[in-house]
Nanobody, 126 residues
Framework: HVQLVESGGGSVQAGGSLTLSCAAS????????MAWFRQAPGKEREGVAG????????FYGDLVKGRFTISQDNAKNTVFLQMNDLKPEDSAMYYC????????????????????WGQGTQVTVS
């Protein structure tokens, strides 16, 4: 079992930047995959960025491609989401996720079918 704790959310003006952190309770090298999702009120959970831990392959949703960057720091057991050029439509609760429910599952990076989830951190862009 792994616990995920997100931080770094807040309020920012359009065009600004934020960096979200997802701290894991164990070495992230124990996780095959990690990702960031977001959910705005009344909307479905949306995949933002996915990361394959072993080879650092990254995947991004079309709405954030070129503006957001997912990265990992193995020594800190942390995955980051650098968000630049923020827009009001980026406002949402952002969630960190890790691992697939089963080792036999196929990984779809931006599909919310992960085993572990954090509690979320709120991002508001005005």
């Amino acid at each position: 079992h792994v616990q995920l704790v997100e931080s770094g959310g807040g309020s920012v003006q359009a065009g600004g930047s934020l960096t979200l952190s997802c701290a894991a309770s164990r070495s992230i090298l124990s996780n095959n995959y990690m990702a960031w999702f977001r959910q705005a009120p009344g909307k479905e959970r949306e995949g933002v960025a996915g990361l394959s831990i072993s080879d650092r392959r990254t995947f991004y949703g079309d709405l954030v491609k070129g503006r957001f960057t997912i990265s990992q720091d193995n020594a800190k057991n942390t995955v980051f989401l650098q968000m630049n050029d923020l827009k009001p439509e980026d406002s949402a609760m952002y969630y960190c996720a890790a691992d697939l429910p089963s080792t036999n599952d196929v990984w779809y990076p931006l599909t919310p079918r992960y085993k572990y989830w954090g509690q979320g951190t709120q991002v508001t862009v005005s």
